[in-house]
């Protein structure tokens, strides 16, 4: 079992940055790949941005890459995704998830065996 928290959502300005935190409570963090997906009203859960458990290898969508950074404090148990140049179509609801089957695909969201609440990401323009 696996419980996520997500932290630091909010209303920016185009153009603005947040930090987006993801606290898990779990032994052997760094066993499991972390993901961050977003969720738009009416829209399916989209792949954003994943991390191995070592924190060596990354992964992002076209439409983050550039733009957004996806990292990991395996003493902290935490991962982070770093917001910036963000955009109005970047308004969605952001989730962290757990992936336990590291061989598994990182952009599938089927693939995550858990999931945090959610925090809420609302760009202005």
């Known amino acids: 079992q696996v419980q996520l928290v997500e932290s630091g959502g909010g209303l920016v300005q185009a153009g603005g940055s947040l930090r987006l935190s993801c606290a898990a409570a779990?032994?052997?963090?760094?066993?499991?790949?972390m993901g961050w997906f977003r969720q738009a009203p009416g829209r399916e859960r989209k792949f954003v941005a994943a991390i191995s458990g070592t924190g060596r290898t990354t992964y992002y969508a076209d439409s983050a890459k550039g733009r957004f950074a996806i990292s990991r404090d395996n003493a902290k148990n935490t991962v982070y995704l770093q917001l910036n140049s963000l955009k109005p179509e970047d308004t969605a609801v952001y989730y962290c998830?757990?992936?336990?089957?590291?061989?598994?695909?990182?952009?599938?969201?089927?693939?995550?065996?858990?999931w945090g609440q959610g925090t809420q990401v609302t760009v202005s323009s």
């Open positions: 779990r032994r052997a963090f760094s066993d499991v790949g």
């Open positions: 998830g757990a992936r336990s089957n590291t061989g598994s695909y990182y952009d599938v969201a089927q693939s995550y065996d858990y």
